[in-house]
């Protein structure tokens, strides 16, 4: 079968061939061994700043189907502005597929937030530029749900202009799934499905369209069960889609090749 990690995080950590090796790997050991084989893995490094967007871009250059975007996490607002980061730079050479990893966090708050609503905007306005889809990132506190008014407030302007997003690792209220749906938006599903108090992804992940639903690892993060605690990786992906499809009540094989076209949909590489 084919699976598409639509969002992972490439630090660096190792080389690129290391990393691949750590997933094939895992993907040859069980669980993840007795779901079936994985003929093709593709994959899309996500930037969350200027050097992890040069990081994702170097890894997809060395691996064979994998793809980056470039953006800059609401963590990273702030030191993007005080720094002037330029990501002109990937206008030439090899492009990238989307612009992202990009949003609003009020969760940390890890940067002051009308800096992450500046930023986020600026970057949206770059997706359109680029013609290119935004992967969006937003978290709040648990009681409150600004970030995703805030959230819907930018993405609503950007795709009445034609604007194509993903909200990746949705973990909000299925009135906001619905709200961002209606606004063309694909939805991550991440292995927080594998959770055993993750009840609201799960009510999420069974109400998405066939065609707007994704999968990802959001990697380094968010293990599945049974490797929650540790380091994820793309190898794991598996994991969190045999349990995707049990929920959505089809097939791991089904499962795996309706994400892996809508992935490709949403990214404008071929099927």
């Known amino acids: ?29 069980p669980p993840q061994s007795e779901l079936g084989r994985v003929t093709r893995l593709r994959m899309t490094a996500m930037g969350g700043d200027l050097l992890e967007s040069r990081r994702a871009r170097e890894f997809a250059g060395a691996v064979d189907n994998c793809y980056f975007a470039v953006g800059v996490h609401p ?7 005080e720094a002037g980061e330029d990501f002109s730079e990937f206008e030439s050479g090899t492009r990238p597929v989307a612009v992202g990893e990009l949003g609003l966090d009020y969760f940390y708050d890890g940067s002051p ?7 986020f905007g600026e970057f949206l306005d770059l997706a359109l530029k680029w013609d290119l889809p935004a992967v969006v990132h937003i978290r709040d506190k648990a009681d409150s749900t600004a970030a995703y008014d805030d959230a819907e407030a ?50 999420i992940a069974r109400l998405i369209p066939d065609d707007r639903l994704l ?31 049990a929920e959505r009540g089809t097939t791991l094989a089904e499962l795996a090749e309706l ?13």
């Not at 490439?10 to 895992?26: H, N």
């Not at 963590?75 to 502005?81: D, I, N």
């Open 1 to 29: 079968m084919e699976l598409f990690d639509t969002h992972f995080h490439y630090y660096g950590e190792s080389s690129p061939l290391e990393f691949m090796a750590a997933i094939r790997s895992a993907l040859a050991v």
């Open 75 to 81: 963590h990273m607002a702030a030191t993007y502005r």
């Open 113 to 119: 937030r009308d800096v992450q609503i500046s930023v």
């Open 154 to 203: 930018l993405l609503a302007p950007f795709a009445a202009k034609g604007g194509r997003f993903v909200v990746h690792c949705f973990t909000g209220e299925a009135e906001y799934a619905r709200r961002f749906i209606g606004l063309g938006a694909y939805l991550g599903v991440t292995g927080m499905i594998t959770f055993k108090r993750a009840d609201n992804v799960r009510e």
């Open 215 to 245: 999968i990802e690892t959001d990697s380094p993060y968010l293990a599945p069960v049974p490797h929650r605690g540790e380091d994820n990786h793309p190898g794991f992906l598996i994991l969190a889609a045999d349990r995707l499809a």
């Open 259 to 271: 994400t892996s076209v809508n992935a490709a949909r949403f990214y404008g590489v071929e099927e």
